[in-house]
C-alpha cells in the first residue's frame, strides 16, 4: 500500500518570496505521483503529475516538482509566489501501471501575505 | 464541455438520518471516485465504481454506501449520521480506470453537516 507525508500543514509566506512544499511517500513498487490544489470553495485541480521520465515536472503557473526516488520525495516549488497562490495544496500517489485510486495527504495550506 | 456536478451543495441532518449525495462525472468518463474531506484529515478514500461495479472501498463503516447508475452517474449514501460524519464530500470522475493517463477531474464538493 502507499501513503503519503506532508511535512507542514501550513505555510506562510510574503509575496514575491520564493516556497517549498513537502512531500514524503512511501511505497514498496513504483509510483505516480500528483499535486493538487484546492482553492477557497471549489474542488481540486490538478497542478502536475509525474509518470515517467524527467523526474522535474512543471505547472504552466510558474510551480515545478522535483522526483527524487532515493529520498521518497516529491517537493513543490515556486520560485516566486502570488496572492493568487493562496490555496490548500495536496500531494497525491498512486502505484504506477495500477488503477486510478489516488491516496492523498494531509494537505499544505499556502498564506501569501502582501 | 461541462464538469464533475455535485448535488446538494449544502446539506444539513442531524445525528441517525441518512444523507444522499450525487455525483454525475464529465460526459464519458466511467470510473467515479468519492472522498471524503474531514478538517484536519485531508481526502480519504470512500469508494470507487467502474463501469457500474463498486470496484474498492476506503477504511470506512458499511454505512457509507452507494451505487454506480447506467448513465454512470452515482450517489454517495450515509445511513445512521454521526456528527463526525461532517466533511465536505468530493466526487471525481476519470475516462478510465488505469492510473496515470486518466487524470481524476474532481467536482466542488457536497458539504454535509450533521447537527
Known amino acids: 500500500a502507499q501513503s503519503v507525508t506532508q511535512l507542514d500543514s501550513q505555510v506562510p509566506v510574503f509575496e514575491e518570496a520564493p516556497v517549498e512544499l513537502r512531500c514524503n511517500y512511501s511505497s514498496s513498487v513504483s509510483v505516480y505521483l500528483f499535486w493538487y490544489v484546492q482553492y477557497p470553495n471549489q474542488g481540486l485541480q490538478l497542478l502536475l503529475k509525474y509518470l515517467s521520465g524527467s523526474t522535474l515536472v512543471k505547472s504552466i503557473n510558474g510551480f515545478e516538482a522535483e522526483f527524487n526516488k532515493s529520498q521518497t520525495s516529491f517537493h513543490l516549488r515556486k520560485p516566486s509566489v502570488h496572492i493568487s497562490d493562496t490555496a490548500e495544496y495536496f500531494c497525491?500517489?498512486?502505484?504506477?501501471?495500477?488503477?486510478?485510486?489516488?491516496?492523498f495527504g494531509a494537505g499544505t495550506r499556502l498564506a501569501v501575505h502582501p | 464541455e461541462a464538469g464533475v456536478t455535485q448535488s446538494p451543495t449544502h446539506l444539513i441532518k442531524t445525528r441517525g438520518q441518512q444523507a444522499t449525495l450525487r455525483c454525475s462525472p464529465i460526459?464519458?468518463?466511467?470510473?467515479v471516485y468519492w472522498y471524503q474531506q474531514a478538517l484536519g484529515l485531508g481526502l480519504q478514500f470512500l469508494l470507487w465504481y467502474d463501469e457500474g461495479e463498486e470496484r474498492n472501498r476506503g477504511n470506512f463503516p458499511p454505512r457509507f454506501s452507494g451505487r454506480q447508475f447506467p448513465n454512470y452517474s452515482s450517489e454517495l449514501n450515509v445511513n445512521a449520521l454521526e456528527l463526525e460524519d461532517s466533511a465536505l464530500y468530493l466526487c471525481?470522475?476519470?475516462?478510465?480506470?488505469?492510473?496515470?493517463?486518466?487524470?481524476?477531474?474532481f467536482g466542488a464538493g457536497s458539504r454535509l453537516t450533521v447537527l
Open positions: 471525481a470522475s476519470s475516462l478510465g480506470n488505469r492510473a496515470g493517463a486518466n487524470v481524476l477531474t
Open positions: 497525491a500517489v498512486t502505484r504506477s501501471g495500477g488503477y486510478n485510486k489516488l491516496i
Open positions: 460526459s464519458g468518463h466511467t470510473s
